[in-house]
């Protein structure tokens, strides 16, 4: 951004933070690694965090959980990462960004008393690990965690094995003067048994189709390639964890991998029908060592899918935790009355259905204050509800739902495929003693083109609740990202319909 527009004056981070009631203190640890790391490897002349001490007691208020240590000088665990960045860092000297893939944040340091230093995080939320072999290494390695706990790795004919998720860590190299080669994905999940098989133009549609769905009261397969770029033949041994409802009957199996060549290796896996039934994803852990070059866990998440018609009469999707609520108001003493404070404050439960002629969606929320005074096509500032459709197109289907303050019924339909344009017919009620608000959304599988081989190929479904209680629109919670802030289908829920 700065070399766009030509801005030349350097830049400093002069305050920048997260609190802990926002996801947590493990998440606000997280935060403060990644920007102090991230704003050093991009020019910035200082970082400063806000703030050393939190103000006050309240778990749920924002401005009283900025600081690294509790109101009465408890370390947080933002306090031991900044332990962990200080020891490290200090008078640390950066090199240059390295290239581990586009979803990947790696950067070089060399350390004052002249260690390499190579911190790292993934953020690709298709797959929570990558396994990066780096060439070339001539000294000890080890791998330090967020919270400074530092394990040695093997070094194995000059090549080491550096496990990078979503937790961010840093490779030490001691002895090491040249920056090490990048020798690629050593483990990857592979290319399966095709669960979204529609067509289309629209790119996330067709990134999501590589991801690893599993497919509720089915036969499914999990499949791990292997690539060895050492000058030496390393043996794969893999044990599987199963989360609950997915069954393996071959939990353990290895395979040999020649120098400069790869493998695979296909686990059959059974999921019963209630597998992923409330559209939650569930992690597949890998107990794996790679000869003496690595051992340790790996995680495989495996992304349900949700059936349709369902199976009972619980809803597809629950919106009423703080990790599904995105906050649009700043951390301020005077806008505290606008921050979540639970499930009765907002929530809601989706359900779908797909009969011969109609897409049905039906919402039951929770809002203590309904407000919706806006006019069609801002519907979203107000209470409302936003919902995406992708079959493949570009653009796709975004939709708005809302409840007037006269109640009566409003529609928006934001984005659609050239030349549609579906007609939306839409009931409210509000009950001001519970206060709920109910929303029954009919659209025409006609007007949407949804055959019942596209629906059977499957499809992408997300959606928000928008919260406004007065003042502005304060947040909103989320089945994924890609409605609220950036427009992407990327990791959008995916439906398919029984045939």
Known sequence: MRKEENVTAPWYANETALPSSDGGEHFQAITLFQKFLYSWAKGAIGYNWYDLRNDGYDATYGEHNFGLVT???????????????????????????MDFGADIDAFAFRAANGDLLIPAWNLNRAQENSMIILL???????????????????????????????????????????????GGNF???????????GKGNCK????????????????????????????????????????????????????????????SMTFKLTASKDFGSSGISAP?????????????????????????????????????????????????????????????DLSANIWLEL??????????????????????????????????????DTPYYEFGLARNQDGS??????????????????????????????????ISRADLKLTPQRAQDGFLFNLIVNDNDGDTREGYLEIAPGIGREKSARYFQLIKERK
């Open 71 to 97: 109101r009465d000088f408890y370390p947080k665990c933002a306090y031991a990462a900044y332990n962990t960045l200080a020891s490290l860092y200090t008078k640390a000297t950066f090199l240059s960004q």
């Open 136 to 182: 070339g290494v001539t000294g000890k390695a080890s791998v330090i965690d967020l919270y400074g706990n530092e394990a040695p790795l093997g070094v194995e004919n000059d090549a080491v094995a550096y496990k990078i998720g979503r937790n961010p860590a840093t490779l030490r190299l001691q002895g090491q003067e040249k920056l090490p080669a990048n």
């Open 187 to 197: 483990f990857t999940v592979a290319a399966h048994h095709p669960v979204m098989t």
């Open 204 to 263: 996330e549609y067709l990134e999501r189709q590589k991801d690893f769905f599993i497919l509720p009261g089915q036969d499914n397969s999990l499949a791990f390639v292997f690539r060895n770029p050492t000058a030496h033949d390393i043996t794969a041994d893999i044990e599987l964890a199963m989360p609950p409802n997915i069954n393996c009957q071959q939990l353990k199996q290895s395979v040999v991998i020649p120098t400069n060549s790869q493998k």
């Open 284 to 344: 597949i852990i890998a107990n794996a060592s790679f000869g003496s070059l690595w051992k340790g866990e790996l995680t495989v998440t495996a992304n349900p899918v949700v059936m349709l018609p369902a199976s009972g009469n619980h809803p597809q999707f629950m919106l009423n935790d703080r990790m599904q609520y995105v906050k649009l108001v700043a951390e301020a003493p005077e806008l505290q009355h606008l921050t979540w404070s639970g499930p009765e």
């Open 355 to 392: 009969t011969k002629d109609d897409f049905i969606l039906r919402a039951v929320v929770v809002d203590d204050v309904h407000v919706q005074p806006y006019p069609d096509d801002k519907l979203w500032q107000g209470d409302s509800i936003q919902f995406a459709l992708c079959f493949g």
């Open 409 to 442: 019924a409003n529609t928006a339909v934001y984005s659609a495929p050239p030349n549609r344009r579906p007609k939306l017919k839409l009931t409210t009620v509000r009950d001001e003693a519970t206060h709920t608000t109910t929303y029954v959304c009919t």
